[in-house]
């Protein structure tokens, strides 16, 4: 069992499970049938509310520890975006209230530190298309030392028991810890923990392969190219966000690709994109490496500059998927 007395444990899923609750409540009140698809401003109060919230509570509970985050403040700074400001404020007043504009700005700007040697990484809202749908994201906080995540929380509102999709439901948190193995509880009250294994699927054709609905990160071709080498004869899980690692973890899904998009070749995947998820993945038996093998290397900064692309599997199937990738990347 997951050592629920450690400190930063505690931290993590207190943290991600009052950020995932605030973001939660802004998209039921925000989010609606008639959004345009300009008006982002529901997942712009949340990103910039649920990064306040965390960091925040990282001041509380571990002062010293620097943050890596998608966001800053400066632009809800600006004169003309105080009802921003108003409505992000508001958001993280209903859980901290003594939340103010200037405070919430310190708060998001506490998320620009450098990597160090030790530092937590967060991703405020992943998924922000499927955000916007109503549908599956994640917010995803991992802890970072010497290079190697230690510790690695997704909360996923619109997912229980770790895997199902319910937009009615308490939602799940997702939690692993190095050496510790994955675990998944209810958002709405962590008690009961129930351990996450990956499938033990190993036959090529019956890959059941995790794709998202957003393309810009990725190679769309290459992806079905892949799985006509491997012989897939399985439907694709689609699904938005890192929920997809919760997915494959808990033995639902068999394969998860991030390919280099043909429109983005110079791109390199951000580590709060990646930390949290793929331990998850790891610890429930899975493998995750990048294009060419190598593990995701997070010691090199904000990005994984070392490495290429992502696949992450329940490792029975990581060779196959390897070598196919070899010959569609050749081709």
């Not at 790891?282 to 090199?300: C, M």
Request: glycine share 8%; proline share 5%; net charge negative.
């Amino acid at each position: 069992m997951i050592d629920l007395k450690k400190p930063e444990i505690q931290f993590a899923l207190d943290a991600v499970r009052q950020a995932s609750l605030l973001v939660r409540q802004v998209q039921l009140e925000m989010v609606t049938a008639n959004l345009t698809k300009v008006d982002s401003s529901p997942v712009t109060v949340a990103d910039f509310a649920s990064q306040a919230l965390v960091a925040h509570l990282l001041d509380a509970a571990f002062p010293e520890d620097p943050l890596v985050a998608e966001e800053d403040a400066h632009s809800l700074r600006a004169s003309n975006q105080q009802d921003l400001l108003a409505r992000v404020t508001g958001y993280v007043g209903r859980f901290r209230p003594d939340a103010n504009p200037e405070a919430v700005c310190d708060w998001i700007d506490r998320g620009q530190a450098q990597p160090a040697s030790r530092f937590w990484t967060l991703d405020p809202i992943d998924g922000t298309k499927g955000y916007l749908r109503g549908d599956q994201y994640a917010i995803a906080l991992a802890l970072v030392e010497d290079g190697q995540v230690q510790i690695g929380v997704l909360g996923c509102p619109n997912l229980s028991d770790g895997y199902r999709p319910d937009f009615e439901g308490p939602g799940s948190l997702v939690i692993a810890a190095r050496g510790e193995g994955s675990w998944t509880t209810s958002l709405a009250q962590a008690h009961d923990f129930d351990r996450l294994h990956v499938s033990d699927r190993s036959i090529s054709s019956l890959a059941r392969m995790l794709r998202s609905f957003e393309s810009g990160h990725t190679n769309v071709d290459q992806i079905d190219r892949l799985a006509e080498v491997m012989g897939v004869q399985v439907q694709p899980i689609r699904m938005d966000s890192q929920a997809k690692y919760a997915i494959l973890a808990a033995g639902k899904g068999d394969v998860l690709l991030r390919l280099l998009s043909p429109d983005r070749p110079d791109y390199r995947e951000k580590i709060w994109d990646q930390a949290a998820g793929s331990l998850v993945v790891e610890e429930a038996g899975g493998q995750v490496t990048d294009i060419r093998g190598k593990a995701l290397d997070f010691s090199a900064g904000k990005e994984l500059v070392n490495n290429q692309g992502v696949v992450a599997t329940n490792c029975f199937l990581h060779p196959a998927v390897l070598s196919a990738l070899n010959t569609v990347l050749n081709e």
